[in-house]
């Protein structure tokens, strides 16, 4: 339960801050004071396992020592000088270079999720061929909540419509098959629609995807999905934008979840673990998108707070550290393992229908019952809750709780944070008896 420090807090701050907070920082009401590796620590002295990593940022966990370190230097030093080069510039340049497939070799700077997607936005629009002047996107896709990241999925605000020039193609939703359809019989016919309507349209400039569908409840592609898509997108002219804010930076057990699916993109959005949630961005692309000279007009990778040395210095060090202790590896490894023990809990309690996911990301989907797969988001709230109370700390949106747990968590910590969340379905499950 949320203890009377963090009550008095919250009720202070109520009476100024706006209303709109994420589902779980208004469900969970805590106040959290520090965070050390994996677990987070509240205003009153209790302690949480964090299986939410941040907003699914803390690679590395809550304040890394060598993160830290390099954001204390760099801060003593400078801050921001627009977009002049930096010597911390040029060595994530080399970085990003060994890290990344070798054809995306050309790098620009940003902020935030949303202004990355923006920036491939611009990139695309600016080389796009004359009559290409359309974007493929997936239903149930997130890429920010900027008015062109919004235009991409049709999503609306109040009685304003911005459906824009984007084309929504069928995303690989299994569970809930919109064509009524199962796989593996159904021909992964959700991928013939996204070809037939995208990839093969003379009007389509490029498809802008997350390779696993993140906001929605890490959504996994079945095999045949993206092969089938992205040779079309390839033969057809159409660029290939993958929005890997989410899983760019190993959290699926491969630097981009493009890697592992067989995917070759055009141009690669990063962001929130990139940089141990610092605010921090990057555009990787191909140097025939990215030094097109359509694409290179003055200012087009400039802004405010992009290139600025101290998101790049917790960028490098991020990275750095991802890279020398083979951490991705490390994210396979403990993936096994959620795997295995997330599969022991969906076999003892019928209130999670689906339980999916990939390296350190997965969804658990709550229904009423298995049957019907009705969305059950009271359920979800409940066992968030409970789980909260016992001291694991997860990501909450509707029926769907996200597990993102930090590449660095031991073995130990991973089994008593599964364990716990364990019993918050047993406590939630029984008292509905």
């Not at 965070?35 to 940022?57: M, S």
């Not at 600016?126 to 990241?149: D, I, M, Y």
């Not at 990301?361 to 009271?378: I, K, M, Q, T, Y």
């Amino acid at each position: 339960m949320t203890g009377p420090r963090q009550l008095d807090l919250l009720a202070r701050e109520s009476a100024h801050l706006a209303p709109g907070a994420s589902e779980e920082s208004a469900l969970g009401r805590r106040v959290f004071v520090e965070g050390r590796g994996a677990v987070l620590t509240d205003l009153d002295g209790d302690q949480y396992i964090d299986f939410a990593a941040g907003t699914l940022t803390q690679s590395l966990g809550h304040c890394h020592p060598e993160v830290v370190a390099a954001l204390t230097e760099q801060a003593s030093k400078l801050w921001n000088v627009h977009d002049f080069a930096t010597e911390g510039r040029a060595e994530l340049c080399e970085l990003l270079a060994r890290l990344l497939p070798e054809e995306l070799d050309t790098y620009a700077f940003f902020s935030t999720g949303a202004e990355v997607v923006e920036a491939a936005l611009r990139a695309v629009q600016a080389v796009a061929e004359p009559g290409r002047n359309r974007v493929g996107a997936l239903r149930h896709g997130f890429h920010g909540k900027t008015q062109g990241a919004r235009m991409l999925v049709h999503w609306d605000i109040g009685n304003q419509a911005f459906a824009g020039n984007s084309v929504l193609g069928y995303s690989p939703y299994c569970y809930r098959c919109p064509l009524d359809l199962e796989y593996p019989s159904c021909g992964v016919r959700c991928a013939t629609l996204v070809r037939r309507h995208i990839a093969e349209k003379p009007n389509v400039s490029a498809l802008v995807f997350e390779p696993v569908l993140g906001a929605a409840g890490v959504i996994v592609p079945p095999p045949g999905y993206w092969e089938q898509i992205s040779d079309a997108c390839r033969e057809n002219g159409v660029l290939l934008v993958a929005d890997e804010v989410l899983t760019g930076g190993g959290r699926t057990g491969s630097f981009l979840a493009s890697e592992q699916l067989g995917i070759e993109p055009d141009l690669v959005t990063l962001s929130k673990g990139t940089a141990s949630g610092f605010p921090f961005a990057a555009l990787a692309g191909r140097s025939s998108v990215l030094r097109h000279p359509a694409a290179g007009n003055a200012g087009s990778t400039a802004s405010t707070y992009a290139n600025n040395p101290l998101g790049i210095a917790a960028a490098r060090a991020t990275l750095e550290v991802v890279a020398r202790d083979k951490l991705v590896d490390q994210v396979r490894e403990l993936g096994a393992v959620m795997d295995e023990r997330l599969a022991e809990l969906k076999a003892r309690f019928d209130v999670l229908g689906d339980v999916r996911g990939l390296g350190l990301l997965h969804g658990l989907e709550f229904v009423r019952d298995r049957e019907s797969r009705a969305p059950a988001p009271d359920i979800a709230r409940e066992v968030y809750l409970a789980a909260l109370d016992l001291g694991l700390r997860t990501a909450i949106g509707g029926h769907v709780i996200r597990l993102a747990p930090p590449f660095t968590i031991d073995r130990a910590l991973l089994d008593e944070g599964v364990t716990l969340l364990g019993k918050a379905l047993e406590r939630v499950t029984e008292a509905s008896r």
